[in-house]
C-alpha cells in the first residue's frame, strides 16, 4: 500500500481519445491506466498493452480437467474396482467421453475466471479509489502517475490541449484494500502522509 | 474480436433513439433505483405462493415417498423427466445467445444475452430438482458423487447416461454461473458508482468485486468471455445430447434412435427461444425497453424459431420413417398404434400441431413483427415442446412388450402437478429478483454496439452511403487518423 500522485484527464468521445491517447504516447508520457465504461476496441493497442494470455491458462486448466477425467475413471474400471457391466470391457473409453468432456469445461472454465480474478485483483469487499464516478458510466479517464521526473503542470495543459474535459491531481491508494463501498476509511494515519 | 466499425443502413439499428452513453446507463438502471412497481410485487407474490406450493408437494414426495406420484409399470418416468428434460431444453437458448451468437458476432445478442442467461441458470435449477427428486430418497442424492466411501469404495458406473448427466447438468450450470456473473462485473460496478444509498453502494460493491473498468482488465474480460463461449458452445450442445443419450441408449423402442442427439439440442433452442420470447415481451414492455429490445431483435429470433421448429418437425417425420423402415414389430406398434393414435393420440397431435405447423407462419415477415403474435406463439411452442417430451417418454413407455405388463392410463397426481408448478414458482422468483435487482440488459455491451449499430450513429452514414465503393474507400482510410471509431474490417 503506498500513496500515490495522479493527474487525471476525463474524456467524452472516443473520436477524441483516440488521437489524444497517442500524442501522449508520441510526447513520452506513460500511462498508469485509462478506464473505460465498456471495452473500447483497440484502445489496449493504442496504449501500447501487451496481448492476454489467459487463454492458455484456459487450455492448460482443460487440460488438468481432462487427464483427471480419463485417469480417474481407467484407475476405477481397470484397477480399483473392474466391474463386469453387461460383459462390456472394462475400458469403455468410448463410455467416457461426455464426462471427460464435460470434466474438460468445467476445470477450464473455473480455472480460467480464477485465473482472471487473481490477475486483475477482483474479489468481493475489495475496494479501490476510483478516478472518476462516471468512469463506468459515460467517460474515459486517463491517468498517469506522477514522478519526479515529469512537470504536472506541463502534462495538465497537455492533456487540454488534446481534448481532455476535466482534468486535476489525486492524491489517492494505488492498489486495492479491503473496505466497504459507500463509507469513507481512513488507510493512513494523518502523520504517515509524506 | 473487432467487429466491423461501419455497418451498411440496411441492417436495423440496435439501438433505437438518439441515445449517448449516459442515457443507455440511465434507461437500464433507473428500475433498479426506483422503488418496485405494485405489478412487481403482485407477480413476486405470485410465483412465491406457486414456490410454497411445490416445496409442500416435494415435501410430501419426501415424507410419504414416489408414491405420492402416479408413476407405475411401466411408466417410471412421467411428468418428472418430462418437466426435467423441458426445463433444461429452455436454459438451452440463453447459452446459445450468449455464446454461439457471440461467436458468429450477431450484434443483436447484446439486448438480450443478459437475461436470457439469467433464464438459462433459473431453468437449469429448475430442471435439476427434477431428477434428484425423482431418486425417491433425496437424502442418498450425493451417492451419484465419485468420492472415496466406506462402501468399498464404490464408485458411480462412469458409462451410464444418467451419470453422465449429473456431470453435464452441474457442469453446464456452474460455467452458465461463471460466465453470467463476469458479464455483470462491470454493470455491478455501474451501478456501485453511480448509487445515492449506502446500502446499495455497498451491496453492489461488494458485488462487483472492486471493478474499475482498466483497460487491461478488459482486454482480458474480452478475451475471458471469448474462451467461455468457446467452451460453452460444445458444452451446450453436449448437454442435451447427453439428455438424450438417457433415453437413446436404452433398447425401449421409440427411444433407441441414432437421430435423438441432434434431435434433442434443435427441441432444446426451439423452446428456449420462445421462452426467452415469452420473458423479453414482458420485459421490454414493463420496463420500457422497446429502444434496446426492438422489433429487429423479435424478428430475429423468430427466424431462429421458425429455423430448429422446421428441423423439429423433420426429425418426428424420419422418425415415423424410420420406424417403418426398420421393420421391427415393435417399433412400428409403438410410433403407429400407440403414438400416434391410441389412448395418447391427442398429445402426439398436439405436439405436432404446436411445434411443426404453427411455427410455419413465421415466414411471414408481418407475422414475424407482430408482437402480439410472437407471445402467443412463444406459449404455443412451449406447451408443444412440453407435449413432445412426454409423447416420448409416456408413449414408449405404456405399451410394454407384453401385453400383461400393459399400463393403465397415467394420469399425475396434483403433488406431481404441484412439483411442476413450484418450480414455475422457482423459476419467476427468481426472475422477479433479477429484474429488480440486476441490469437486465449488458449495459456495457450495448455502449459497445451504440456507436456503430444505434440508430442516430446508423444516421450520420447517410452520407457515406451515397458514395462510389473507391470513394468510401479512400475516405475512410484518409479519415482513420483523425477519426479513431471509424474503422473498417479490413482496414
Redesign the interface.
Known amino acids: 500500500m503506498a500513496l500515490k500522485k495522479f493527474v487525471v484527464g476525463c474524456f467524452e468521445d ?2 477524441v ?3 489524444a491517447v497517442e500524442k501522449v504516447r508520441k510526447a513520452g508520457y506513460k500511462f498508469h ?12 493497442k ?2 501500447g ?1 501487451r ?2 494470455s ?2 492458455t491458462a ?1 487450455f492448460l486448466f ?1 487440460m488438468i480437467g481432462t487427464t483427471t477425467a480419463v485417469t ?2 481407467t484407475w ?2 481397470t484397477k ?2 473392474p ?1 463386469n ?1 453387461g460383459g ?1 470391457p472394462n475400458f ?1 473409453f468410448p ?2 467421453i ?2 471427460a ?3 474438460t ?2 476445470c ?3 480455472g ?2 480464477l485465473t ?2 487473481y ?10 479509489h ?1 478516478f472518476h ?6 467517460l474515459f ?1 486517463m491517468v498517469f502517475e506522477c514522478t519526479d521526473k515529469m512537470n504536472e503542470d506541463e502534462l495538465k495543459s497537455f492533456l487540454a490541449n488534446v481534448g481532455a474535459q476535466e482534468i486535476n491531481t489525486q492524491v489517492a491508494e494505488e492498489g ?1 484494500w479491503i473496505g ?4 469513507d476509511q481512513e488507510l493512513y494515519k494523518e502523520s504517515n502522509i509524506a | 474480436m473487432s467487429l466491423t466499425k461501419y455497418e451498411s443502413q440496411l441492417r436495423e439499428p440496435l439501438v433505437m433513439g438518439n441515445k449517448t452513453y449516459g442515457q443507455v446507463t440511465q434507461d437500464i438502471v433507473h428500475t433498479i433505483e426506483a422503488k418496485p412497481t405494485r405489478l412487481w410485487y403482485i407477480g413476486f407474490y405470485v410465483s412465491v405462493a406457486f414456490l410454497m406450493f411445490g416445496v409442500y408437494s416435494v415435501y410430501r414426495e419426501v415424507v410419504y415417498g414416489i408414491g405420492q406420484w402416479n408413476l407405475n409399470r411401466t411408466i417410471g418416468w412421467g411428468w418428472d423427466i418430462t418437466n426435467f428434460v423441458w426445463w433444461v431444453g429452455i436454459g438451452h437458448a440463453g447459452t446459445l445467445i450468449s455464446a454461439i451468437l457471440l461467436l458468429f458476432r450477431q450484434g443483436w445478442r447484446t439486448g438480450v444475452n443478459r437475461a436470457a442467461e439469467a433464464m438459462t441458470i433459473f431453468a437449469v435449477m429448475c430442471a435439476g430438482q427434477f431428477p434428484i427428486f425423482h431418486m425417491g430418497r433425496v437424502w442418498m442424492a450425493f451417492f451419484t458423487l465419485p468420492y472415496p466411501n466406506t462402501r468399498g469404495p464404490l464408485w458411480p458406473n462412469f458409462n451410464s447416461p444418467l451419470l453422465w448427466d449429473v456431470f453435464a447438468i452441474s457442469t453446464y450450470f456452474t460455467v452458465s454461473l461463471l460466465f453470467w456473473y463476469s458479464g455483470l462485473l462491470p454493470d455491478f460496478a455501474t451501478i456501485r458508482d453511480r448509487a445515492k444509498t449506502k446500502l446499495r453502494k455497498r451491496l453492489y460493491g461488494m458485488a462487483s468485486f472492486g471493478w474499475s473498468g482498466s483497460t487491461k482488465h478488459w482486454q482480458r474480460h474480452e478475451s475471458l468471455s471469448l474462451i467461455l463461449a468457446g467452451l460453452s458452445t460444445p458444452l451446450v450442445l453436449s448437454v442435451h445430447t447427453i439428455v438424450s443419450f438417457d433415453f437413446a441408449t436404452s433398447v425401449v423402442p421409440g427411444w433407441h434412435t441414432t437421430i435423438f442427439p441432434p434431435y434433442f439440442v434443435a427441441g432444446a433452442i426451439f423452446s428456449g427461444f420462445a421462452m426467452v420470447q415469452t420473458l423479453m415481451l414482458i420485459l421490454r414492455k414493463v420496463m420500457n425497453l422497446q429502444d434496446y429490445i426492438t422489433l429487429g431483435h423479435i424478428e430475429s429470433m423468430n427466424k431462429v424459431i421458425v429455423l430448429t421448429g422446421s428441423i423439429v418437425g423433420c426429425a418426428y417425420l424420419t422418425e415415423l420413417f424410420m420406424a417403418w423402415y426398420s421393420q421391427v414389430p415393435f417399433e412400428q406398434d409403438i410410433f403407429f398404434k400407440y403414438r400416434i393414435a391410441g389412448p395418447y393420440g391427442w398429445s402426439y397431435w398436439l405436439m405436432m400441431t404446436c411445434n411443426v405447423v404453427s411455427p410455419q407462419l413465421f415466414w411471414f415477415r408481418k407475422l414475424r413483427r407482430s408482437v402480439m403474435f410472437t407471445f402467443i406463439m412463444s406459449i404455443v411452442v412451449n406447451i408443444g415442446m412440453w407435449f413432445e417430451r412426454f409423447v416420448i417418454i409416456v408413449s414408449s413407455l405404456y405399451r410394454d412388450y407384453l401385453p400383461s405388463s400393459w399400463s393403465i392410463y397415467y394420469r399425475p397426481t396434483i403433488w406431481e402437478i404441484g412439483f411442476y408448478l413450484g418450480t414455475f414458482g422457482l423459476f419467476f422468483t427468481c426472475f422477479f429478483l433479477f429484474a429488480k435487482y440486476f441490469p437486465v440488459i449488458a449495459i456495457a455491451e450495448i455502449k459497445y454496439v451504440l456507436k456503430t449499430s444505434g440508430e442516430s450513429f446508423k444516421n450520420e452514414m447517410s452520407a457515406l452511403e451515397t458514395k462510389q465503393v473507391d470513394e468510401f474507400i479512400h475516405e475512410i482510410h484518409g479519415d482513420h487518423r483523425a477519426e479513431g471509431s471509424v474503422k473498417v474490417a479490413h482496414h
Open positions: 472516443e473520436k481519445l483516440f488521437p491506466d485509462i478506464y473505460t465504461p465498456f471495452p473500447v476496441h483497440g484502445l489496449d493504442a496504449m498493452l496481448d492476454t489467459i487463454h484456459g482443460g480417474f475413471m476405477v474400471f480399483d474396482w466391474l457391466i462390456k469403455a463410455a467416457w461426455p464426462i468432456f464435460e470434466l469445461v468445467l477450464s472454465a473455473v480460467m475466471v482472471f480474478l490477475i486483475c485483483q477482483l474479489a468481493p469487499s475489495l475496494k479501490r476510483h464516478p462516471r468512469a463506468t458510466d459515460d479517464v486495492w466497504k463501498y459507500g463509507e
